[in-house]
């Protein structure tokens, strides 16, 4: 049985403690605010109630795999249902396109009716041709600890061409919503598409084979089911503990350096942005976080028209904003939950910007809570986007599983294979299997 010290009470750092303590090891995990969560859990005010994470959607089957290999299956846990359609897009010219998940023939159907003919065809051939870069990262980089020895040739030229995908979708789509379509997930993260490596673009391939799940009630209940299932396993968590350093002797970790003290460690899982630690900060010094949106939580009396789970209202890329509309919250009778992000060039008010672009309920705002990009990095302790995109160069600089000092592994958005709650938890799981069983 090993000592494993986990740093970090997000989902990455959750995920992994709960891994390493089924696979019979002794593991702390140490948080440095006052309840574990990260950027996943809820707001509160005035009876409402809203999710603070940066995604409404997940991949099941990392889910599933997580709960199966820390305990009990997860349909027994959490309810897992498909958000249908995943989310619906309404385009500059007053074109709206509900995109269903799960399946390549909806898809095809629903582009078709929504942007023309041949503009389905067109859609579905751009995500089949992401089929073949799936298998190779999946078997080299998403579900197995990155070795550059063993990695195939295919998946090593992936990793290195300089193909962005902006030149791949320019290349691709003479259709500007087929652009805006494609380029999205890059953007509401925060990156410019021009810096994006092209095979970022498979998490369409994968959303569209696998669908988008969600969590009636709101994502923020996996916290609860995760802090329940690390008691079972007897993992020791400790809220209000900063981690100020690792403890490295001779080139392999012995510890974790506290404000209250030093917790020794055989193995040291750092599932926080690495800046915050000294021993770690020299290894991303070239990377840069990525910033979050602007967020109103927002608590609306009275009739609202009658949207999806999430709603995206592209604009002109220089001149608007990309709006986000989530309607997963939960409120009293006669009121309603929504969360608006903000991303791109925004000189307005949020709420208002949500009229001038057709959802006019900023008369019916009954509470609501703002949130900057510093106050949520600030609260958040680091950002849940992880890395920004800096060119094909970033994916050599951001940290892998496995980190230079013997002993020390990377859980979360900053290292492979990168942010939102499927890459998070897929990082859990490469941390369990490079570190293996007691």
Not at 372 to 397: A, F, H, I, K
């Amino acid at each position: 049985m090993a000592r494993v010290v986990v740093v970090g009470g997000g989902f990455g750092g959750l995920a992994s403690a709960a891994r390493l303590a089924k696979l019979g090891h002794e593991v702390t995990l140490l948080e440095a605010r006052s309840e574990l969560g990260g950027a996943l859990g809820f707001v509160e005010q005035d009876g409402c109630r809203w999710d603070t994470g940066p995604t409404s959607t997940l991949l099941p089957a990392v889910i599933r795999d997580f709960f199966r290999k820390s305990g009990r299956p997860a349909e027994k846990e959490i309810d897992l249902v498909p958000a249908e359609p995943a989310r619906q897009h309404r385009f500059e010219d007053g074109t709206v396109l509900d995109l269903p998940g799960g399946s390549r023939a909806a898809q095809l159907e629903a582009v078709e009716e929504a942007l023309g003919k041949g503009a389905g065809a067109r859609w579905v051939s751009y995500v089949d041709d992401f089929g073949e870069v799936w298998e190779a990262l999946r078997k080299d980089y998403f579900e197995r600890v990155w070795s550059a020895e063993h990695a195939s040739k295919e998946t090593h030229q992936l990793l290195e061409s300089r193909l962005s995908l902006h030149k791949l979708v320019d290349k691709e789509f003479k259709d500007a919503r087929l652009r805006t379509l494609a380029l999205h997930p890059a953007r509401l993260e925060g990156h410019e598409p021009r810096n994006v490596p092209a095979w970022v673009g498979v998490w369409a391939y994968v959303e569209q084979n696998f669908g988008a799940w969600t969590i009636p009630g709101g994502m923020g209940q996996l916290v609860d089911v995760l802090a329940s299932r690390l008691q079972t396993r007897g993992v020791t968590a400790l809220t209000d503990t900063t981690a100020r350093d690792l403890i490295v002797e001779g080139g392999a970790v012995r510890g974790v350096r506290t404000e209250s003290g030093e917790f020794a460690a055989d193995a040291v899982v750092v599932a926080i942005d690495p800046r915050r630690l000294p021993s770690l900060a020299p290894l991303v010094e070239r990377t840069m976080p990525c910033i979050p949106p602007v967020i109103s939580h927002v608590g609306i009396t009275g009739e609202v028209p009658e949207l999806p789970h999430e709603v995206v209202l592209h604009g002109h890329e220089k001149r608007d904003p990309t709006l986000v509309v989530r309607t997963g919250g939960t409120a009293p009778e006669g009121m309603h939950a929504w969360t608006i992000l903000g991303r791109g060039p925004l000189a307005e008010d949020l709420v208002t910007a949500l009229a001038r672009r057709g959802i006019k309920v900023h008369k019916q705002v009954e509470t609501r809570i703002d949130r900057s990009p510093r106050e949520l990095v600030s609260d958040w302790n680091g950002s849940p986007y992880g890395v920004l995109w800096q060119g094909r160069g970033t994916v050599r600089n951001r940290i892998g599983t496995v980190a230079p000092i013997s002993g020390v592994y990377l859980a979360g958005a900053h290292t492979t294979p990168g942010a939102g709650l499927p890459s998070v938890g897929l990082s859990a799981a490469l941390v369990a299997q490079a570190i293996g069983p007691a």
